[in-house]
């Protein structure tokens, strides 16, 4: 059910995925899944799913009608479509709405009906082609630097596959806020949804979370309060908690 060098990780009310060294995920995961809930009448898709997080996090509770997941990577793909095996083996028949797809996010046509879908999510590498210390691991480099995508090409897709008012939903580093903006409004995606993160009050933002809609009328964005992580004592806020739930009792 697994392989060498990966593990199994609850995810909260049974739920459980498959991880690796270089398939596994993060906060930031977390909190774009909180960020995008979408409904149960929602067909969803997230472009670079990597082993398949978010759209487990989205089936703990209830199914969806449609959640596909996509990937250019191989592995990761094949890792998630054996959490889902895994899973509704172990009765958790939620998760049958998930469709693995390996392809490639700029090569769409033909393998999705373009115009379906009410949320496109993405967690797209952080850094930009070249910038940085780069990582000599082919699935580490793809999955924080902009090596086989960049965000004109997810914002792109995303386009393509959104109905008209649906909701694009991503996170990234402040520092590169104007850059998704910029894109987004060359794909016709209004932004609308506007969150920082932040560790504590003390720290400066270290995420943002964005929503647009597609066609959405030019203007008002409405900026959320900061979430923080933690409060000044290190722990956990209270939001953070809530946002963690079944998470966090999962790895009780």
């Not at 990234?172 to 993160?197: C, G, N, T, W």
Request: glycine share 6%; with cysteine; aromatic share 8%.
């Amino acid at each position: 059910m697994y392989k060498e060098n990966e593990r199994i990780e609850p995810l909260g009310n049974g739920v459980e995925i498959i991880v690796s060294d270089n398939y596994h995920f993060s906060t930031d995961t977390i909190l774009l899944a909180n960020f995008a809930s979408p409904k149960k009448s929602d067909c969803v898709v997230e472009l670079g799913t990597g082993c398949g997080t978010m759209p487990l996090l989205w089936t703990r509770e209830s199914s969806l009608k449609e959640i596909v997941a996509i990937d250019i990577q191989k592995d990761a793909v094949d890792m998630l479509t054996r959490s889902i095996s895994h899973n509704i083996d172990n009765d958790k028949t939620n998760c049958s709405c998930i469709t693995p797809l390996c392809a490639d996010l700029k090569d769409l046509k033909g393998k999705l009906p373009f115009g379906r879908y009410n949320v496109v999510v993405c967690n797209p590498p952080y850094k930009l082609s070249g910038s940085g210390i780069v990582n000599p691991d082919k699935e580490k480099l793809l999955a924080r630097h902009e090596e086989s995508c960049t965000l004109d090409d997810i914002c792109e897709a995303a386009s393509h596959l959104l109905q008209y008012s649906g909701r694009f939903c991503i996170c990234q580093r402040p520092e590169r806020l104007a850059d998704v903006m910029e894109s987004m409004r060359k794909f016709s995606i209004e932004p609308k949804l506007l969150r920082l993160v932040q560790q504590r009050v003390s720290k400066e933002p270290k995420l943002f979370l964005l929503e647009g809609r597609y066609k959405g009328n030019r203007g008002f964005m409405q900026v959320l309060p900061t979430l923080f992580i933690e409060n000044e004592q290190g722990d956990f806020s209270d939001e953070m908690k809530q946002i963690y739930g079944l998470y966090k009792e999962g790895r009780i």
